[in-house]
C-alpha cells in the first residue's frame, strides 16, 4: 500500500509543530477548481478532507471575504457551525476583543494555530463573556487579516490529546498566503442602516521571489471604524434634565459598539529551499489598535460611594477636617409628579438650600461640585500584538523532521476618561491611565515522522515529539492617581478611578510558568476499509503537575462514496496564568442596580475568605461518531459528538462582601472592606455533558447558465451542568451555561458565478436563545430571546482583467435583535440585551474595490 494512502490521518495527531493546510490546484471540467487538501498532525501526506476520519471545516480566503465585515470572527461565524460569538459593548477590558466559542465551550477550549504553530493568548480575559465566556482567556484572531490567508481550517473535534491544552472543543488553524508572485489591493467602505458605525479598511497583499528558491509573501490591513449607538435616554437622566440639572448628556450613556481607531496588522510569511532536503520558513505578525467604549452612566444622586452612601436618600458629604459631622446632611428632594401625595422622582438637589449651603462652607464637598450631572466614564484601550516563528523541516534519510521556535506577545494598555477617585476629593483627577495587561507566550518544537512496517502492516505512519512552552502574564502598574487610596476613603468614598480601578503596587507584578509535552502517535490501514489510529501525550507543568492523555480514532469505507468515522478521547485545559494571577474590578447590574465587582486571584486573601482555592486543570472525556457522504458534486457529512467536562474554571458569580465580614477581613489584610460590594475569583466550580450534532453539506451544479454552489452548516448544541457549587455559582449563571447561544443554528448559502458576474446569497438561522443583559439573571433583566432568521447578500462585478467591484448588505432587511423588556430600556439606557448571536447593530451595507495582479 503507497505511503499517500497512509496519508489519510485518522487521529489528527502531534503537536501541529510542522503541520501545513495545502492546497491542490486541479483542472476540473476545463476550469480551474481548487480541491481542499488538508495534514492536520500527521506527518505523511496531503488528505482531502472528505477522507477526514474527524469533521474539518476548510475555509478558502475568498469565501472569507464575501461578507460585509472584515472582522475574521464575523466571517467564520457564517462559515463554521457551532462556532458562535459577539461584540461586548459596556464591558471593561472585554471591549477590546470579542470572545468565540465553538461546540458550546469557551475560547480558550479551542486550540488557534497560524501555520500549524501554536498562537498566543490575548492578555485580556472576558470577564462579562455572557456565561460561557466568563473569565475565558482565549487568542485574538480578530487581528487575523483575510489578506494575509489562504485558507482556515476548523477541526471539530476533541484534540488535547494531539496538542496540549485548549483544545477540548477543537482546534482552528490560519494558514498564511505563500504565493512567491503576484497580489491585490482591497478597499472597502460600508456603515449601519442607522447611518453608524461607519467603517473603512485597506488591505493589501504581495508575493515575492526569493530567489528561484524561496518566497516571501507580505499582507498589511488598516482600519477604522466609528462608534455606534443603541441607545435611549435613561429615565433617571430625562428626569434630572427635567428638574432643571442642565449638566446630564441626552443620551446620558452610549450603548453600542466601540470606536476603533487606527487598527492595523502586519503579517510576514516566507520560505527558502536549502536544497532538495531542507526547507527553511520563517513568518511573524506585528498589530495594533486603538479602542474607545463607553460604560454605564453614574447618577449623580444615588451611585454608591460616589455620591451617596444610603442609595440616594442623601448626599455622601466629605470633610476636608476629618469629621464629617461638622458637615451638615444634605437630603435628595423628593418630588410628587402624579398628585397622589407619595414622592415619585427626585428633584434637583444642585438648587436645594442645603446643597447650596453645603457648597458655602470650605469644610465640606460633594462629588458633585465636579460631576453636578453625574457622569458616563470612557474605557479605552491599546491593543499591541506580535509573534515571530522560525523553523526548519525536511527529512534526512526515512525520517522527516521539523524543528522550530517562535515567541508571541499581545500587550492590553488601560486608561479611563471622564471618571473620578472619589477619595481624592475634590483634587482627583478625571482620566487616568490605569495600567496594562500583557502575555507572552514562547514555545520550541522538535518533531519527527516517517513510515514503518510493522508485521503483516505496511506502511504504518509514526510521529513523535517534543515540544516546550513558556508563558508569562504581566500586571503594570497605573499612575497612582488610579490606584491610591486618597485621603476621604476612611469617609466612605470609593478608592481608585472609578469604573475601572487602576492597578496598584500589590497588583503589579509578572507571573509564569513552563510546561514540556511529549507525543507520539500511529495510524494505519487494516485491510481496504479500516484505518485506525491512536495517540498518546504527557505533559508536565511547572504549577500543577502532570497529565496523560490518549485519543483512538477509526474510519470505515463501506462504499466508494460512503464512510463511517469515530473518535474517543481523553483531554485537559489548564488555568493560564492571566486566571490564575488576574486583578480587576467590573460593573455589573443586578435587578437594574449597578454592582462594582473586585476580580481577585483565587489565593488572594479576600477570595481565599470567601472560598477561593488553587486552580486544577480541566479534564475532559469526548465521544465523537459520524458519517461522510460524497458522491459526484454532493458532499454531505454528519457527525453526533458528546464533551464531559470535569472542574470547569470559570469566574464565580458575584458574591456579596457583608458588614458581618469587615472586621475578618481586615484582619486577613483586606484594605477597607467597606468600599467592596461583591467579589468573584477562578475556580472549578462545575462540571458540564455538551452534546451536539454538526451536519455540513455542498452541492456543485451548473444553474442559470452559470456555475452554482450550494452550502449548508447547522448545529445544534446542548448543554447541561451537571454538577455545581451554589455558594460560588449562582442558578442563573446555570442557565446561562446551558442555554445562553442558541440550541440550533444553520446558514445555508448559494453562490452562483458567471463570466465577469457572480453573487452569494445567504441565509442565516438562530434559535432561541436566553438574552441577558450586563450580567443580570434576574427576572428584570433576562428573558427567552426568539429565533430570528438573517439574509446576507453580495453581488460582484469584474470591470477588467484583475478589477471587481463589490456591493453588499450584511442583515439585508435589517432583522432587529432581541429587544429589551418593557420597562427596562430606560432604566438601562439600552435598546437590546448585551447577549445575542447575532450583531444588534442592524443591517449593515457596503462597497468594495479589488484589484489582483
Known amino acids: 500500500m503507497s505511503a499517500l494512502s497512509f496519508a489519510v490521518s485518522l487521529a489528527l495527531t502531534g503537536s501541529l509543530a510542522s503541520a501545513q493546510v495545502i492546497a491542490e490546484e486541479q483542472q476540473v471540467e476545463q476550469k480551474e477548481n481548487i480541491e481542499k487538501i488538508a495534514v492536520l498532525g500527521t506527518r505523511a501526506a496531503p488528505r482531502s478532507i472528505g477522507d477526514s476520519p474527524v469533521p474539518i471545516d476548510i475555509i478558502s480566503s475568498d469565501d472569507l471575504k464575501k461578507n460585509g465585515s472584515t472582522d475574521m470572527i464575523d466571517m467564520l461565524v457564517t462559515s463554521v457551525p457551532s462556532f458562535n460569538s459577539r461584540a461586548q459593548p459596556i464591558s471593561d477590558a472585554a471591549t477590546l476583543v470579542r470572545p468565540v466559542n465553538l461546540r458550546g465551550l469557551p475560547s480558550d477550549s479551542t486550540l488557534v494555530l497560524v501555520n500549524g504553530k501554536r498562537r498566543h493568548r490575548a492578555s485580556v480575559i472576558a470577564f462579562q463573556g455572557g456565561g460561557i465566556n466568563d473569565g475565558a482567556q482565549g487568542p485574538d484572531i480578530s487581528v487575523i487579516p483575510s489578506a494575509a490567508l489562504k485558507q482556515v481550517e476548523v477541526l471539530r473535534d476533541g484534540a488535547a490529546a494531539q496538542y496540549g491544552s485548549d483544545a477540548i472543543a477543537g482546534v482552528m488553524n490560519f494558514v498564511l498566503n505563500d504565493s512567491a508572485d503576484g497580489g491585490s489591493i482591497t478597499v472597502s467602505q460600508g456603515e449601519y442602516y442607522e447611518g453608524d458605525g461607519a467603517t473603512t479598511t485597506i488591505d493589501g497583499n504581495i508575493g515575492l521571489p526569493l530567489t528561484d528558491s524561496g518566497f516571501v ?143 458655602a462652607d470650605p469644610n465640606c464637598f460633594s462629588m458633585n461640585q465636579i460631576r453636578p450631572g453625574g457622569y458616563t466614564p470612557q474605557f479605552a484601550g491599546t491593543v499591541e500584538d506580535q509573534s515571530f516563528f522560525a523553523g526548519i523541516k525536511g527529512n534526512m534519510g526515512e525520517w522527516n523532521y521539523d524543528f522550530s521556535a517562535g515567541t508571541g506577545s499581545n500587550k492590553s494598555t488601560f486608561s479611563l476618561k471622564n471618571s473620578l477617585n472619589p477619595s481624592l476629593g475634590l483634587d482627583t483627577p478625571t482620566d487616568f491611565e490605569t495600567g496594562a495587561y500583557e502575555q507572552v507566550e514562547t514555545t520550541v518544537n522538535v518533531d519527527f515522522s516517517r513510515f514503518v512496517n510493522i508485521g503483516s502492516l505496511e506502511d504504518v505512519s509514526f510521529a513523535t515529539g517534543f515540544e516546550w ?32 480601578k487602576g492597578f496598584g503596587p500589590e497588583a503589579a507584578g509578572k507571573n509564569s510558568r513552563h510546561n514540556i509535552g511529549i507525543y507520539t502517535d500511529v495510524e494505519a490501514y487494516i485491510g481496504e476499509d479500516w484505518l485506525v489510529g491512536a495517540a498518546l ?255 446576507d447578500l453580495e453581488v460582484s462585478y469584474m470591470v477588467l482583467e484583475g478589477l471587481t467591484l463589490s456591493v453588499g448588505a450584511n442583515n439585508l432587511f435589517d432583522q432587529k435583535a432581541q429587544e429589551l423588556k418593557d420597562g427596562t430600556q430606560g432604566e438601562l439606557g439600552a435598546v437590546y440585551y448585551e447577549s445575542g448571536p447575532f450583531d444588534y447593530n442592524g443591517g449593515f451595507y457596503y462597497g468594495r474595490i479589488n484589484y489582483r495582479f
Not at 434630572?240 to 487606527?262: H, K, Y
Not at 455533558?689 to 449548508?712: C, E, M, R
Request: charged letters at 20%.
Open 217 to 359: 509573501n507580505l499582507s498589511v490591513q488598516y482600519k477604522n471604524a466609528d462608534a455606534t449607538s443603541r441607545s435611549v435616554q435613561r429615565h433617571d437622566a430625562a428626569n434630572l434634565i427635567t428638574q432643571g440639572n442642565t449638566d446630564v448628556n441626552d443620551p446620558a450613556q452610549v450603548w453600542g459598539n466601540p470606536e476603533i481607531n487606527d487598527d492595523y496588522s502586519f503579517f510576514l510569511n516566507s520560505g527558502f529551499d536549502i536544497n532538495d532536503s531542507a526547507h527553511l520558513y520563517a513568518f511573524g505578525n506585528l498589530s495594533s489598535r486603538d479602542v474607545v467604549g463607553g460604560f454605564y452612566y453614574r447618577n449623580p444622586h444615588n451611585r454608591g460611594n460616589v455620591y451617596s452612601e444610603d442609595e440616594g436618600k442623601t448626599l455622601l458629604v466629605g470633610a476636608v477636617n476629618g469629621d464629617q459631622s461638622t458637615c451638615d446632611i444634605v437630603p435628595i428632594p423628593k418630588i410628587d409628579t402624579d398628585g397622589d401625595g407619595i414622592p415619585d422622582v427626585d428633584g434637583n438637589v444642585l438648587t436645594s438650600p442645603e446643597y447650596l449651603a453645603m457648597l
Open 537 to 791: 501525550r504527557y505533559e508536565d507543568f511547572s504549577t500543577f503537575g502532570d497529565t496523560l492523555n490518549y485519543k483512538l480514532t477509526a474510519q470505515y469505507a463501506a462504499t466508494d462514496d460512503l464512510s463511517f468515522r469515530a473518535s474517543h478521547s481523553t483531554g485537559f485545559r489548564a488555568p493560564t496564568v492571566g486566571q490564575e494571577n488576574v486583578v480587576n474590578t467590573q460593573t455589573s447590574i443586578v435587578n437594574g442596580d449597578l454592582i462594582q465587582t473586585f476580580i481577585a486571584p483565587p489565593t488572594d486573601p479576600l477570595a481565599a475568605f470567601y472560598g477561593g482555592e488553587v486552580l486544577e486543570p480541566e479534564e475532559s472525556v469526548s465521544y465523537a461518531l459520524g458519517a461522510v457522504f460524497e458522491h459526484e458534486g454532493f458532499f454531505l457529512t454528519v457527525d453526533y459528538y458528546n464533551i464531559e467536562v470535569t472542574g470547569r474554571i470559570a469566574q464565580s458569580s458575584q458574591i456579596e462582601v457583608e458588614a458581618k465580614d469587615y472586621d475578618a477581613l481586615r484582619a486577613a489584610g483586606v484594605e477597607f472592606p467597606e468600599l467592596i460590594q461583591g467579589v468573584t475569583y477562578y475556580t472549578n466550580d462545575f462540571d458540564t455533558t455538551t452534546q451536539g450534532v454538526d451536519i455540513v453539506g455542498s452541492y456543485d451544479t451548473n444553474l442559470l447558465s452559470g456555475d452554482a454552489k450550494f452550502s449548508l452548516a447547522y448545529g445544534w448544541t446542548d448543554t447541561s451542568v451537571d454538577k455545581f457549587d451554589p455558594e460560588t455559582t449562582d442558578e442563573g449563571k446555570v442557565r446561562r451555561l446551558e442555554d445562553g447561544i442558541p440550541a440550533h443554528r444553520a446558514t445555508l448559502t448559494w453562490a452562483q458565478s458567471w463570466d465577469k458576474l457572480s453573487m452569494s446569497l445567504r441565509g442565516n438561522y438562530f434559535g432561541e436563545y436566553y438574552a441577558t443583559h450586563a450580567d443580570d439573571t434576574s427576572d428584570w433583566g433576562s428573558e427567552v430571546a426568539d429565533a430570528a432568521v438573517t439574509v
Open 469 to 500: 512552552r513558556e508563558e508569562s502574564f504581566e500586571i503594570t502598574q497605573g499612575e497612582e492617581a488610579s490606584w491610591v487610596a486618597g485621603p476621604y476613603a476612611e469617609q466612605g468614598f470609593n478608592i481608585g478611578s472609578h469604573g475601572f
